[in-house]
């Protein structure tokens, strides 16, 4: 890969930031504006997405709660938020069932917390900006152990994803790209 495809790589990511509990909306969102809201933080990569339909999709299966007159508040949009990464390399059924792991021992507030910090941190790893994983937290339960596993798979697959889009327009710009 060429040099500057590395680069483009690395700083797409550099200050990336996921907004704290804190941050969220709390006012009430509607489908569409929930779907924009998250959409603002996948949008630098390739693969992720959301829609309206498969959050409706998530309250059907229980994954998430029902909306309050058809507004999402702080906690939905934090396990959509979850949800919108997750998905890239779990079933829907292990999601739940990392959310229900959660709700045994951790507040929404304090569960989201970890997975921004954990996700950014990992992230700056994986995409070679920083060279040692920090460790978050103060304690390592398993609870921490199998969520660090789901983002360390998650960005390892955001930074292939990125990689592979910029061999794509290599193999483009070079004449060698296969005949679909």
């Known amino acids: 890969m060429k040099k500057e495809n590395k680069e483009s790589i690395k700083d797409s990511v550099i200050g990336?930031?996921?907004p704290r509990y804190h941050e969220i909306p709390n006012v009430?969102?509607?489908?569409e504006q929930t779907t924009k809201y998250i959409e603002?933080?996948?949008?630098?990569?390739?693969?992720l997405s959301i829609t309206?339909?498969?959050i409706s999709n998530y309250v059907k299966k229980g994954l998430i709660a029902n909306p309050i007159k058809k507004q999402y508040?702080?906690?939905?949009?934090?396990?959509?938020m979850f949800t919108a990464f997750?998905?890239?390399?779990l079933s829907l059924d292990n999601v739940g069932m990392l959310f229900e792991m959660q709700k045994k021992v951790y507040t929404p507030e304090k569960a989201y917390n970890y997975f921004c910090a954990e996700f950014e941190n990992v992230l700056q790893y994986v995409f070679s900006i920083k060279d040692t994983l920090d460790n978050v937290g103060t304690d390592m339960t398993d609870e921490k152990l199998i969520l660090r596993n789901t983002i360390i798979t998650i960005c390892h697959k955001l930074y292939l994803d990125q990689c592979f889009v910029a061999l794509g327009k290599e193999l483009n710009e070079d004449g060698d790209a296969p005949n679909p």
């Open 86 to 89: 997750a998905k890239s390399v």
């Open 52 to 54: 309206g339909s498969m």
């Open 73 to 80: 508040f702080r906690d939905q949009i934090a396990y959509l």
């Open 40 to 47: 603002e933080y996948l949008e630098p990569f390739h693969d």
């Open 28 to 31: 009430g969102l509607y489908l």
């Open 16 to 18: 990336y930031h996921l």
